[in-house]
């Protein structure tokens, strides 16, 4: 069984930074792809950055130029350095790994983010 413990959120001030961390445990951990979701309160969660097993990225339209996904194999950890934060990030943060094209049920608890304006 794959656990993912998320960490780094918190409250910050519109155009400010964050850097999320994501923590995977477990023997059978493997994956194609890592990615960060967000869930605003009332709405759904949405996929905002990938990374393939081989390093490239991929980030959604809204994230594209200010958050930078990346990992430490070493560390089993993948990161979310996001800058020029808006108040349109609140949300909560998860990671979560793919295998294939499927995206795993191993969501941990995730990350509160808070922007304020």
């Known amino acids: 069984q794959v656990q993912l413990a998320e960490s780094g959120g918190g409250l910050v001030q519109a155009g400010g930074s964050l850097r999320l961390s994501c923590a995977a445990s477990g023997s059978d951990f493997t994956f194609d792809a890592m990615g960060w979701f967000r869930q605003a309160l009332g709405k759904q969660r949405e996929l905002v950055a990938t990374?393939?097993?081989?390093?490239?990225?991929v980030y959604a339209d809204s994230v594209k130029g200010r958050f930078t996904i990346s990992r430490d194999s070493a560390k089993n950890t993948v990161y979310l350095q996001m800058n020029s934060l808006k108040p349109g990030d609140t949300g909560v943060y998860y990671c979560?790994?793919?295998?294939?094209?499927?995206?795993?049920?191993?969501w941990g608890p995730g990350t509160q983010v808070i922007v304020s304006s």
């Open positions: 979560n790994r793919r295998t294939g094209w499927s995206w795993k049920n191993d």
């Open positions: 990374i393939i097993s081989g390093g490239s990225t």
